[in-house]
């Protein structure tokens, strides 16, 4: 069955650390691969997203997400941490089958240290 | 205003009570999703509709029924409000025509007692 993976329940890293949220998928084909952030109190809001070509993708915020087919992963990237980013962060695919309904991941989230 | 506007925010019931929970929205999108979201499960699908006359069952529709009034209304009930029901409810739209992103309602959370 198809699958969205995100190993880390929780991360914490230091304000103005680097960050990487690890993201995989189990399909088999390349779905198109999302990543969404929820602040507490809200609805989830789209980061970025891939479809095809470069397999390293910029989105709102200061993120990026590469693409590696080789290892069915999409990880989440960030260089430098800001405490507003403290949210929980999901990964999610809309698969090609059944009119590309997503899947979403059970979430990792995003603590920020001072 | 809200792109996807759900109301209520907050409810309590009790068990055994209906409940609707509703979903407009102002994209102008095709299709329409009603998610529930539990700590550490993520969002699962319980129903979705990609127009007006196209309704389909999600991975946990048991005890839950939607119907699409108009383009931007979608409406989710519990015709008999149980405990395990009480959760995160998200709707969400999408458009066929560009990309698969989906816009999200704030939610309402549904406490079942």
């Known amino acids: 069955a198809q699958s969205v993976t995100q190993p880390d329940i929780h991360i914490t890293v230091s304000e103005g650390a680097s960050l990487e949220l690890r993201c995989n998928y189990s399909y088999g084909a390349t779905p198109y691969l999302f990543w969404y952030v929820q602040s507490p109190g809200q609805g989830l809001q789209l980061l970025l997203k891939y479809f095809s070509g470069d397999t390293l993708v910029q989105g709102i915020k200061g993120f990026e997400a590469e693409f590696k087919r080789s290892q069915s992963s999409f990880n989440l990237r960030k260089p430098s941490v800001h405490w507003s980013d403290a949210a929980e962060y999901f990964c999610?695919?809309?698969?090609?089958?059944?009119?590309?309904?997503?899947?979403f991941g059970a979430g990792t989230r995003l603590f920020v240290k001072a | 205003d809200a792109d996807v506007t759900q109301t209520p925010r907050n409810r309590i019931t009790k068990t055994g009570k209906r409940i609707m929970l509703e979903c407009s929205q102002t994209?102008?999108?095709?299709?329409m999703y009603w998610y529930r979201q539990d700590p550490g499960l993520g969002l699962r699908l319980i129903y979705y509709?990609?127009?007006?006359?196209?309704?389909n069952k999600g991975e946990i529709s048991d005890g839950y029924s939607v119907s699409r009034q108009a383009q931007a209304k979608f409406s989710l009930s519990l015709e008999s409000a149980i405990p395990n029901q009480t959760a995160l409810y998200f709707c969400a739209t999408s458009d066929t025509r560009a990309n698969y992103g989906y816009t999200f309602g704030s939610g309402t959370r549904l406490t079942v007692v």
């Open positions: 994209k102008g999108h095709d299709r």
């Open positions: 509709s990609f127009d007006v006359k196209d309704i």
């Open positions: 999610a695919v809309a698969l090609n089958t059944g009119g590309f309904k997503t899947i």
